[in-house]
């Protein structure tokens, strides 16, 4: 798909938030993001478009570990239910993902989160390979950098030939930028997301970090250009900054934090 058409979808999600879009057509699908910044839920149409987005910025999962279950499973069913209420329709299933290197265990902890929030039947999908429902690369590197961590996920001729995780992420961001500006975290984090400032230079050895960790968890495929996915990399410059650390071609996407959002709801059955 080309990037501007991906860019007009996103731009359409974003403008689907908490405002539910009419004009939907056929069956709709659900997808729930348990991510560690931000908990979202999306709701597609059969043809995949945006109807409806939320989303609750609960600290009960990080790194696709379930560490609250009851507060993760209460943010789903909050979701869920003032969904149900606009959309006038009950959601049965839903779609979930996990980081690549969760274990199984914990991938079904997310799964359970679902269930016990009131869906009936649950599917599971790596976060990558949910990046990609929305980017759908043929050949290159699927790359989300969320809260906690940086995913990379490695395609070539459709078909993913290598999947791995690596810590760091927006969060790791919010600790230097706090320490350099004398401020709490969670003020750290308020400044970042408002683009109070340029935080440009004090963030990049943070940047370079995840572009390091891209570049060891893409050995091999060097070739191949990296597609930025996640809410991290939204800091104006990152694109820029990790594409000259590693010579390589960025693709960066607006509003990037909602890529696996939305192609998690359309893995949903
Ligand atoms: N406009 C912005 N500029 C810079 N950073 C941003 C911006 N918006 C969001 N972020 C950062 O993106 C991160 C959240 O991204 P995202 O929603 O993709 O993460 P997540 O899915 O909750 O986490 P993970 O996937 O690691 O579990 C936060 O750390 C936040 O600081
Ligand atoms: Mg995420």
Not at 124 to 136: G, R
Not at 238 to 254: E, F, H, M, N, Q
């Amino acid at each position: 798909m080309s990037s501007e058409k991906i860019a007009q979808t996103l731009e359409e999600a974003h403008q689907h938030i908490r405002s539910a879009r009419t004009d939907h057509d056929g069956d709709l699908r659900t997808g729930i993001d348990l991510g560690t910044a931000t908990c979202v839920i999306t709701v597609v149409d059969a043809a995949g478009r945006p109807v409806w987005i939320d989303f609750d910025r609960t600290a009960a999962i990080r790194d696709g570990v379930v560490v609250d279950f009851a507060a993760a499973a209460a943010a789903v069913r909050k979701l869920k239910a003032t969904a149900e209420a606009e959309l006038e329709i009950e959601l049965v299933n839903a779609a979930t993902a996990f980081p690549p290197c969760i274990g199984e265990a914990d991938s079904r902890a997310c799964r359970f989160v679902l269930e016990s929030a009131g869906f009936d039947e649950v599917t599971l999908v790596d976060e990558v390979s949910a990046a990609n429902k929305t980017l759908e690369v043929n050949d290159g590197v699927v790359i989300d950098v969320g809260g906690g961590s940086t995913g990379v996920g490695v395609f070539e001729s459709g078909q993913l030939t290598a999947l791995d995780d690596r810590p760091g992420g927006g969060h790791h961001l919010d600790l230097i930028l706090a320490g350099a500006l004398g401020v709490t975290v969670a003020e750290a984090e308020e400044c970042k997301r408002a683009g109070s400032g340029d935080y440009l230079a004090i963030l990049r050895p943070g940047i370079e970090r995840i572009g390091s960790s891209i570049r060891d968890l893409t050995r091999g495929a060097e070739h191949l250009d990296l597609h930025l996915a996640g809410g991290a990399l939204m800091l104006p410059g990152a694109d820029t900054t990790i594409s000259k650390y590693l010579g390589r071609r960025v693709r960066a996407y607006p509003h990037a934090l909602l890529i696996t959002p939305l192609g998690i709801a359309r893995y949903a059955s």
